[in-house]
């Protein structure tokens, strides 16, 4: 569109109408942009059109209540807005940039608006944005620029959408919201998020969210003075190193009296990908942070968590492409495995707790490794149709099956008792894989007590009474437990031969003899220890019973099915001694 050349005079003419209150310029040349900041006068909205600026257009100490705005014009030296305010609270003020040319720079500077909008600006090369006041939103959308600084300025709401940045530099602002979408952007300052305290921009809650962007080489921190912090990532690329150090600590003490409560972060990465480990750290302070990171078998991205006292953690969804470390964490309320698929870069070392609940839902952990981890410190684990087959443990201290929920099943169901056979399989067929032998014993054990349990209404089954058999050395696990019970059995049998060989009721006057039953119990011990000895011969103890021990069917009987005994315990003790020592 063409445009015709706007004389000095022309401008000044338009500026001093006083009936117009919104200034209009379209499709002019304007050769000396200075008389809008040199002269003046009053407007309550600047308003220009397919307009060219061959000097710098410069605008400083202004007042518009609605505002500026610039559409499909163009800079040849560029535009600075310097200290432009409203004073009418009612109109929505706003600086307007849109369809525009801007060479050289565009600096917005001790601005105070309530919108600002920056939309397809070409041939940027520095934006610079800062000490700035905006009671709601800044758009930053569809831009190619070299470098973007923004700093000191108060923001409700920044959204970055579509815009190819260079160098980004953040320093001390303070927003409510923040969004980048659809952008690549390179940052050069470790402080993306970094947090003053606006006496009059005080807020309960902070957001920033990227979306399906490119964030290279960033070192994000935050030092927030709001209650609670919300950071989201989804479907981004990080290229580079990606280091994200959340500060828990205020780096001034509160006046004595007003303690300043910690702030509250939630971070969540969705579908992301990177080509180095995305670091996460700072979360060492107050303990109502949480963590969610979600995947996909596409995502290729790293994620590491060290040293953090976090809230709760979930991870949800197919990390079989990711490297995954989380180390030295301390969980208050919950750690979740949702549908989670692992490998063998997924690693889970020294997390601890006093109370969270431990939930897998579906989860695959395959050669995926747990290594210092008591879960016994978990109040609950809630296991639900999740494989433990692959993985690998190390130092474990173990859960007890009471501290185990499968879903909504009643506990001492059959269904339980399955879910708990099943469990303590995979558990077993873990630590065989890693040749834990000992470990590999244990829950081998566990497996056949709940198969027992399975069948304890069918008792006349063979695999019920070998179960059954097998319950006597704890399924392999004690050899203790056969030595105790043969230990017994020699007493009783002792007990019951002494008792068979003594004297008959007929024989009244024998019996009450106390020094006759004096000699038969002294004999007892002696009986005791002969039967402990499995080749004994009953014929021998009665030769030298001195007449105490007399021969006789329920004297053989007796023998006989001690022996029987005898040798099965003997059998279990050397089984369970040789595969607790092999």
Request: aromatic share 12%; with cysteine; hydrophobic share 35%.
């Amino acid at each position: 569109m063409l445009r015709s050349f706007y004389s000095a005079a022309s401008i000044i003419a338009k500026l001093n109408d006083n009936k117009k209150k919104i200034k209009e310029f379209s499709n002019v040349e304007i050769s000396d942009p200075s008389l809008f900041n040199t002269l003046e006068y009053y407007a309550e909205q600047l308003v220009f059109y397919n307009c060219s600026f061959s000097s710098l257009m410069e605008l400083n100490d202004k007042q518009f209540d609605k505002g500026i705005s610039f559409t499909k014009c163009e800079f040849e030296k560029g535009l600075s807005l310097h200290n432009i305010t409203y004073t009418n609270e009612i109109d929505n003020s706003s600086i307007d940039i849109r369809d525009s040319t801007i060479k050289n720079g565009l600096f917005i500077q001790n601005c105070k608006q309530k919108n600002i909008v920056l939309n397809k600006i070409a041939d940027l090369q520095n934006l610079v944005f800062s000490n700035n006041q905006l009671s709601l939103k800044l758009t930053i959308e569809d831009i190619n620029l070299k470098n973007f600084f923004i700093s000191k300025s108060a923001i409700t709401s920044l959204e970055i959408d579509k815009v190819f940045c260079k160098n980004i530099y953040f320093q001390n602002n303070h927003y409510k919201e923040f969004s980048i979408e659809r952008s690549e952007i390179k940052f050069n300052k470790q402080s993306l998020l970094n947090s003053e305290n606006y006496d009059e921009f005080q807020l309960s809650e902070y957001r920033v969210h990227f979306k399906d962007s490119i964030i290279i080489n960033s070192i994000i921190t935050n030092l927030s003075c709001n209650n609670e912090v919300r950071v989201s990532f989804t479907d981004c690329t990080f290229k580079g190193k990606c280091a994200i150090y959340l500060l828990t600590e205020f780096e001034t003490t509160p006046a004595e009296g007003t303690p300043q409560p910690l702030p509250k972060y939630t971070l969540t990465f969705e579908n992301n990908n990177s080509d180095q480990t995305i670091d996460i750290g700072g979360l060492d302070e107050g303990e109502n942070h949480s963590i969610s990171i979600i995947s996909t078998r596409h995502n290729q991205a790293g994620y590491r968590i060290s040293r953090a006292k976090i809230k709760d953690l979930t991870l949800h969804g197919d990390f079989s492409n990711t490297y995954l470390s989380i180390s030295r964490l301390k969980i208050s309320s919950g750690l979740s495995f949702l549908q989670f698929t692992g490998n063998e870069k997924s690693k889970f070392s020294n997390i601890s707790t006093s109370k969270a609940t431990l939930e897998f839902f579906e989860a695959d952990f395959s050669k995926s490794t747990f290594s210092d981890i008591n879960f016994l410190q978990f109040s609950k684990i809630k296991i639900w149709a999740s494989q433990f087959r692959m993985a690998t443990f190390d130092n474990i201290i173990w859960f007890t099956i009471d501290q185990v929920e499968f879903g909504e099943l009643t506990k001492n169901s059959e269904q339980y008792h399955w879910e708990c056979r099943r469990l303590y399989q995979q558990l077993k067929q873990s630590c065989e894989k890693n040749d834990d032998k000992h470990n590999a014993l244990y829950f081998h054990s566990l497996e056949e007590k709940f198969h027992l349990k399975m069948l304890r209404k069918r008792p006349f089954k063979p695999e019920v009474i070998r179960l059954l058999l097998k319950s006597t050395n704890s399924f392999g696990d004690n050899w203790i437990k056969p030595i105790i019970f043969l230990l017994a059995l020699s007493f009783i049998s002792s007990v019951f031969l002494v008792i068979i060989s003594g004297p008959r009721v007929a024989e009244i006057p024998y019996f009450v003899s106390i020094k006759n039953l004096q000699a038969i119990f002294s004999y007892q011990p002696y009986l005791f220890i002969q039967l402990i000895n499995p080749t004994h011969s009953i014929n021998e103890i009665i030769e030298n019973g001195n007449g105490i021990i007399k021969p006789g069917f329920g004297t053989s009987l007796i023998d006989i099915i001690h022996k029987i005994f005898t040798t099965f315990l003997i059998f279990q003790t050397i089984t369970a001694f040789r595969r607790q020592h092999t």
